[in-house]
């Protein structure tokens, strides 16, 4: 990632937060995009002058603008948009609420549409190869019943992607459009539902555990390792593609 400058949303914690470290670590600056700004800023000032934080709610497209340019501000370019952030909360169709459904929409699916809308301009101005990330979900290739707006949001994200993906590459731009498709990870948004006391934590994370022929939950690291692989010029000639980190999750039959 040396010479790499990503801007992370959902950067303050958990997958974002991963992405992050990992970005650092290899060499690459990072803008940590959250609506937790404070949590972001302390993360930011841990990883040292390669590393800055920028309020973002990712359903702002004018915040969406002033984050790639306070990235640009600060770091002179802007090659890698890794569109991290999300929220998954149950509810069917039929009596879940519809303020998740509108939020998780919003969040999951609108987020990264206004994301790209904000980021190609400032990439294609770079002159540099860049790369757009997006965070999927096992279940974007195998919905699940209990959880009908992320299904269909993750969907959606998917088919977007594969188009974005699509109308750079015809258009001859060197930015690339690729999505991580996590299983169960060890995140806050995991949390949520460990500790949600529908059941025992124990059995929750159990239940999670055997939807992956794997049998465990993931950790954020792996799936930031797959996330920066895509981000870097080592998956130069790689666009469109659902890379899964999911135990096995998205092919069990």
Known sequence: MQGKVALVSGGAEGIGAA????????????MLGDVQLEKAQELAAELGERAAA????????????????????????LTVLCNIAGISEPGNVSDGSLDVWERTIDINLNGPFYGMRAAI?????????CAIVNIGSMIAMRPAAFVAAYSASKAGLRGLTQSVALDLAERGLPIRVNMVHPGAIRTPMYNRYKFSGADTPENIETSFAATHPMNRIGEPEEVARAVVFLASDEAGFTTGCDFTVDGGGSIRS
């Open 54 to 77: 920028t309020q973002l709610d990712v359903r702002d497209l004018h915040q969406w603008e002033a984050a790639v340019s306070a990235t640009r501000g600060h770091f002179g370019k």
């Open 121 to 129: 301009p400032a990439m294609e101005a770079s002159g540099e190869p």
């Open 19 to 30: 992405v992050a470290r990992l970005i650092v670590g290899e060499g690459g600056s990072v």
